[in-house]
């Protein structure tokens, strides 16, 4: 059984490029990552099959993509200017700042071992900007900590220009932004993330059904990309845990090596955020129906799953070390679909580099996300790609000039297979489905 760590995972995405901690030349900036060439092409193929998946699970899903500085006035309607904030303590001797939810203030500060502790203040997480040349409260910005206020407040336009009926969905994929008092974990918990959110709305009469229907959905999403679903639950919150305005909400926990964890919460959300934005705003955003000839708030579902998060989940669950022909390997292993690089094509020696490197060619100008690899012996290009979790290896040898057929070695079984190299593009497509 292969012992997956945090660090083994950190270190893999900085050595082959994945991810790097932002600034690093500046000694870093805590709490936020920039990602490289493999960590691009990994995000893409999760938000493209997150975008899928929730286009073929339902009807009317609409695009959107709002703005990251919000307005003020947005942040206080939904609550949080006031509420969005953790609690937080100063260690008085090193100016440490610690979550006070987090630390046991009986005892001393764990970077410096004195006890001399602020109260605890209540610390909002929104990071606040400026609008403008002028520094008043007038031009006060917030970038936003999540997506979907500015999907609630774009309501009534999506409305009366596209034409849907409720029940429809609006999906977003965007940035959001929190300032985390202790950023930990890897991009578990990191300071500027991704979001991947739909927000259902729907008649208040079957906003429950929707709302089952949707975990059922999500639910499906998680086995398509072939995590372990030993691994994977849902969690449905308690009384206690539920926010005030929430009738049931569930949470899609993954098991890390630090503990049970939320990657996705599915919210039925009642018809708090378009009631508050009426409020707040004097708009009216009721819909009227047809049938009752009565107008009402749609009530709302809500999806929302951080891209980054589910990065390090797929990561973490595909990541293996086993022996390979005596020798030690380390392989990930992604569904075809995530992995970022889908086939290596190889020559077994440079003076077959031409024929290989035309039939590369050939296939990424389909394309398809391919690399072309001549350096190293044949064991060692495996490893690279086991690595980055290339589910196919071509290899192009001296038979290949004879019996136009290359060898085709799969990644989970490193098991080979001699192919027609008319072949090569069928079986790239039919390991991706
Ligand atoms: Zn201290």
């Keep these: 059984m292969t012992q ?22 500046y000694g870093g900036l805590n709490g936020v990552y920039d990602f490289g ?6 995000k893409n193929n999760i938000r493209n099959e997150w975008t899928k998946s929730i286009n073929t699970s339902f009807d009317d899903i609409l695009s959107f993509e709002g703005s990251i500085l919000g307005s003020s006035a947005v942040w206080q309607a939904s609550g949080h200017v006031e509420n969005f904030t953790d609690p937080m303590v100063d260690c008085l001797n090193c100016k440490h700042r610690f979550r006070a939810d987090e630390i046991d203030l009986n005892k001393a500060c764990p970077n410096c071992g004195q ?8 610390f909002n997480l929104m990071f606040k900007t400026q609008l403008g040349a002028m520094e008043d409260d007038s031009s006060v910005a917030y970038l936003r900590p999540e997506t979907a206020q500015s999907i609630f407040i774009n309501f009534k336009n999506v409305l009366s220009t596209y034409r849907v009926k409720i029940p429809f969905g609006i999906s977003q994929i965007g940035k959001a932004f929190r300032n985390e008092i202790t950023p930990k974990q890897f991009l578990f918990r990191t300071r500027e993330f991704e979001q991947m959110e739909i927000e259902w709305f729907c008649k208040p009469e079957t906003a429950l059904d929707d709302f089952k229907k949707w975990c059922d959905a999500r639910k499906k999403f998680y086995e398509s990309l072939s995590l372990n679903q030993n691994k994977i639950r849902f969690r449905a919150h308690d009384k206690t845990e539920l926010a005030h305005y929430s009738k049931c909400t569930s949470d899609v926990e993954y098991e890390f090596p630090f503990g049970w964890k939320e990657i996705e919460g599915i919210a039925y959300r009642g018809d708090f955020d378009l009631s508050q934005h009426s409020k707040f705003s004097g708009k009216d955003l009721a819909v009227f129906d047809e049938e009752t000839k009565q107008s009402y708030i749609p009530h709302v579902v809500e999806c929302s799953v951080g891209v980054d998060r589910l990065f390090l989940t797929l990561l973490f669950d595909a990541y293996n070390e086993d022996i390979v022909e005596g020798e030690e390997r380390i392989v990930l292993k992604l569904s075809p679909k995530i992995a970022p690089i889908k086939a290596a094509f190889f020559p077994l020696v440079k003076k077959l580099n031409e024929p290989m490197e035309t039939i590369y060619k050939e296939i990424k100008a389909k394309g398809y996300s391919v690399e072309f ?9 495996y490893r690279r790609q086991d690595e980055i979790g290339t589910p196919l290896c071509f290899t192009y040898d001296f038979d290949s000039l004879q019996d136009d057929k290359v060898t085709v070695r799969n990644r989970d ?11 090569i593009e069928e079986y790239i ?5």
């Design 4 to 25: 997956v760590t945090l660090d083994k995972i950190h270190a893999l995405c900085k050595r082959r490029g994945f991810v790097f901690q932002s600034a690093s030349i």
């Design 115 to 122: 006890k001399k502790w602020t109260q605890a203040r209540q």
């Design 373 to 381: 690899d001549e350096s190293g012996s044949i064991g060692k290009r």
């Design 429 to 433: 497509k039919k390991v991706l489905k």
């Design 37 to 42: 060439h493999l960590g691009v092409l990994m």
């Design 413 to 423: 079984t490193t098991q080979q297979e001699r192919i027609s190299i008319d072949a």
